[in-house]
């Protein structure tokens, strides 16, 4: 059994920041690519930015510049540093995560989500 955890989001002025975390724990062998999204009300989930198991990223073009993700692949753990925050971040963010677990099999798990408010 494998889960993610999230923690962080709330409520922020336009222009500040806020960090969002997100831990995965259970029978996990590795994790391959981990991902934030988003969904803001009556809008499709989208991919906001992604970190391979090496390291490298990609942004949504709205948020690259302002936004970075991160991880701790001794703690399972991806981050999302949202900086300079606009009205339009406003949204429930999820962390998603392909884990190999430990009976070799590959598998997406979805953290809870959390809501990011971004108040003017």
């Known amino acids: 059994q494998v889960q993610l955890v999230q923690s962080g989001g709330g409520l922020v002025q336009a222009g500040g920041s806020l960090r969002l975390s997100c831990a995965a724990s259970g029978s996990i062998s590795s994790i391959s690519r981990m991902d934030w999204y988003r969904q803001a009300p009556g809008r499709q989930r989208e991919l906001v930015a992604t970190?391979?198991?090496?390291?490298?990223?990609n942004y949504e073009d709205s948020v690259k510049g302002r936004f970075t993700i991160s991880r701790d692949n001794g703690k399972n753990t991806v981050y999302l540093q949202m900086n300079s925050l606009k009205l339009e971040d406003t949204a429930v963010y999820f962390c998603?995560?392909?884990?190999?677990?430990?009976?070799?099999?590959?598998?997406?798990?979805w953290g809870q989500g959390t809501q990011v408010t971004v108040s003017s």
């Open positions: 998603n995560a392909d884990i190999w677990t430990r009976d070799r099999r590959l598998q997406n798990y």
């Open positions: 970190v391979t198991s090496g390291g490298n990223s």
